[in-house]
C-alpha cells in the first residue's frame, strides 16, 4: 500500500477531467443558427430524459458533504446518519407524487415564481434572497472548504490552491453552458461516484476482514462495533444532540428532507427541466432507489476507519503511513481521505475522480441555481424588466462568478469545525423551516394569505434564533430551552404554520390578502389532497421498525 499518486492514478484523474470538460463544452454550444436563450441556460430547453434528471438528482445531492462530511458523521455517530439518505428517499416520491404536478403545470423557472403566483412579489423577493445567502455562505462555501481539505489530506495540496482549482474547473463548463452542460455531465459524474465510492467501500471492509471480502468484513465491524449500527439513539449517546431518537423519524428529518428535495432550488431545478411531467417523475424514483444504496458508499466507509484507527494490528500493518492525518472523534471527517491513502495504484485515481466528481457536480449545480434565482427573481424583477435572452444568459454567467468568487473567500473561513454534515443541516435549519411552512400552507390551506406567509417566513429566523441560542450557555435561563438542533427544526416549522395561520385567520376572517395576489383556483384544482391518514400510518410503521430494530 501507498500514500502517493502513482501514474495510472494521475492518468485516471486526468482522463476524468478531460471528459467531463469536454462534454460539458460539447453540450454547451451554440446550435447553429440559434443563440441560447434563457430556457436553454436555466432550464436545459426543458429536454432532460428520466435517467438524465435522476443521475443529475444524485450528483448534485451527493458532494462533499457526504462523501467527507457524512463518512466522518459515520465514524463519530455509526449507521444511524443514514437516516437521512433513507428518509430522503421516502421523501422524493413523496416530492414526484404531491408537489412536481404543480410545479410543472405552472411552467416555473424558479421556487420562487411559485411564491409570487401563490403568494406575492413581495414575498417570492424575501426567499430569493433567503436562498442566495445560503447557496454562497454555506453551500457553496462549505462544499468548496470539504473538497480542499480532501485535497490537503490526500496529496498535500494547501487548501487555497484547493479552493480555487475546484472552484475554476466547476466553472469551465457549468458557467457557459447552464444547466444543459451541469445535468448531461452529471450522467458520466455519478457512474464515477457510485463505483469509486464502492472501491473505498469494498476496501475498507476487506482490509478490516484480513482480505476475506465485504461479507466477512460487515460480519467483523458489525460484531466490533455493534454500537454503530443503533439506528435511534437515546440520551447517553453523545450524539444524541445530532440525532435525536425517534425524534428523528417524527420531527425535524421531515422538516430538512422535505424543504431540501421539495423546495430547494439547486435540487428541484433538474426537475422543471423535464421533457415531461411523466419523465419528471420517472426520474425521481431513479434518483430514490440510488438513495438507498448511498449509505453504502459513504457511511460504511466510516465506521470501517473507526474501527480500523481503533485496532492497534490493523493500524501498525500500514506503518508511518497509517499516522499521517489520523481521524479521531474530534476530526472525524478526516475519515473518507485518510481511507483513500491505501488504495492500491489506478483505483486510487478512480476514487479520487469520485470524490471530484462529487465536489464539481454540486458546485456546478449550486451555481447554476444561484444565478438562476438572482436573474430570473431579482434582476428581471427589479432592474432589468425587457432584459433580451443574450442579456439574461450574460447576467446569469456573471452572477455565478460572483457567487463563487464569494464562496472561495469564505471556504477557508470555515477551518476547524468538526462533522461538517452536521454544521450544514444546523445553519439550513435556520432557514428551512419558514420556508417549508410558508410552502406547505400555501398548497394545503386555500386560507392562507400573503400577509400572513410575510409574518411567518420574517419571525422564522428569531424563532430559529430563540432555540439554537439556547446551547450557546443560556441554556441555564428559564426564558430559553436547549434541545437538539432537528428539534428544533421541528419545533421552528410547527410555531411558524402557527403564526401564519393565526395572522391568516384574523385577517379579513381568512379571505384573500387584498394586498397581494388573489388565491388561483386553477393553482388549487392541480393541488393534490393530502392524505394524512396514510402519510400517519406511515410515520407509525417507521416508528415501530425503528424500536425493534433497537
Known amino acids: 500500500m501507498t500514500s502517493s499518486f502513482g501514474f495510472w492514478d494521475y492518468f485516471i484523474f486526468i482522463a476524468y477531467a478531460f471528459l467531463i470538460l469536454g462534454v460539458g463544452l460539447w453540450v454547451s454550444r451554440d446550435k447553429k443558427g440559434h443563440q441560447k436563450n434563457a430556457e436553454d441556460y436555466f432550464l436545459a430547453s426543458k429536454s432532460l430524459p428520466w435517467w438524465a434528471i435522476g443521475a443529475s438528482l444524485i450528483a448534485a445531492n451527493i458532494s462533499a458533504e457526504q462523501f467527507i462530511g457524512m463518512s466522518g458523521s459515520g465514524f463519530a455517530v455509526g449507521l444511524a446518519i443514514a437516516s437521512y439518505e433513507w428518509m430522503g428517499a421516502i421523501t422524493l416520491l413523496i416530492v414526484g407524487k404531491f408537489f412536481l404536478p404543480i410545479f410543472i403545470d405552472k411552467g416555473l423557472y424558479t421556487i420562487p415564481e411559485f411564491v409570487e403566483q401563490r403568494y406575492s412579489t413581495t414575498l417570492k423577493t424575501i426567499l430569493a434572497v433567503f436562498w442566495i445567502a445560503l447557496y454562497v455562505f454555506v453551500n ?165 476507519a473507526y474501527v480500523m484507527v481503533n485496532d492497534p494490528e490493523i493500524l501498525n500493518s500500514f506503518g508511518d503511513t497509517g499516522l499521517k492525518n489520523l481521524p479521531s472523534l474530534e476530526q472525524a471527517d478526516k475519515a473518507y481521505p485518510w481511507l483513500l491513502q491505501f488504495l492500491p495504484t489506478g483505483l486510487k485515481g478512480v476514487a479520487f475522480a469520485a470524490l471530484a466528481a462529487a465536489i464539481v457536480s454540486s458546485l456546478a449545480s449550486m451555481l447554476n441555481s444561484t444565478s438562476t434565482i438572482f436573474t430570473m427573481d431579482i434582476y428581471r424583477q427589479y432592474i432589468n424588466k425587457n432584459a433580451s435572452d443574450k442579456k439574461t444568459v450574460n447576467v446569469g454567467r456573471m452572477t455565478a462568478a460572483v457567487a463563487l468568487a464569494i464562496a472561495c473567500i469564505m471556504a477557508p473561513l470555515l477551518g476547524g469545525i468538526d462533522q461538517a454534515f452536521q454544521f450544514i443541516q444546523e445553519w439550513t435549519g435556520l432557514v428551512s423551516p419558514g420556508i417549508l411552512a410558508v410552502f406547505m400552507l400555501g398548497l394545503f390551506w386555500k386560507k392562507t394569505t400573503n400577509r400572513g406567509a410575510i409574518v411567518g417566513a420574517l419571525a422564522s429566523i428569531p424563532i430559529a434564533f430563540y432555540f439554537k441560542v439556547a446551547p450557546s450557555g443560556w441554556s441555564d435561563s428559564p426564558i430559553f430551552v436547549d434541545v437538539p438542533f432537528m428539534d428544533q427544526m421541528g419545533y421552528t416549522a410547527l410555531l411558524t404554520m402557527l403564526v401564519i395561520i393565526l395572522v391568516s385567520l384574523n385577517q379579513n376572517k381568512g379571505k384573500d390578502d387584498p394586498k397581494g395576489i388573489p388565491l388561483s383556483k386553477e393553482l388549487f384544482r392541480t393541488s393534490p389532497k393530502f392524505n394524512i391518514g396514510a402519510f400517519a400510518a406511515m410515520i407509525i410503521i417507521a416508528t415501530i421498525y425503528a424500536l425493534f430494530w433497537n
Open 140 to 304: 457553496l462555501a462549505s462544499v468548496l472548504y470539504l473538497g480542499s481539505l480532501a485535497l490537503e489530506t490526500i496529496m498535500g495540496i494547501p487548501m487555497i490552491y484547493g479552493v480555487i482549482g475546484l472552484s475554476l474547473f466547476a466553472a469551465a463548463y457549468s458557467l457557459y453552458g447552464g444547466l444543459s452542460a451541469v445535468a448531461w455531465t452529471d450522467v458520466i459524474q455519478v457512474i464515477f461516484l457510485v463505483f469509486g465510492g464502492l472501491v473505498t467501500s469494498y476496501l475498507a471492509l476487506n482490509t478490516v476482514s484480513d482480505g476475506q471480502g465485504i461479507l466477512e468484513g460487515l460480519k467483523v465491524v458489525y460484531k466490533t462495533v455493534p454500537e454503530k449500527f443503533v439506528m435511534i439513539l437515546d440520551k447517553s449517546n453523545p450524539e444524541y444532540a445530532n440525532l435525536p431518537g425517534l425524534g428523528v423519524l417524527v420531527g425535524g428529518l421531515w422538516v430538512a428532507n422535505l424543504y431540501y428535495w421539495g423546495f430547494n432550488q439547486y435540487i428541484i431545478q433538474r426537475t422543471l427541466a423535464a421533457k415531461s411531467l411523466r419523465e419528471s417523475q420517472k426520474g425521481i424514483i431513479l434518483a430514490a432507489f440510488l438513495k438507498i444504496l448511498i449509505p453504502a458508499i459513504v457511511v460504511i466507509p466510516g465506521i470501517a
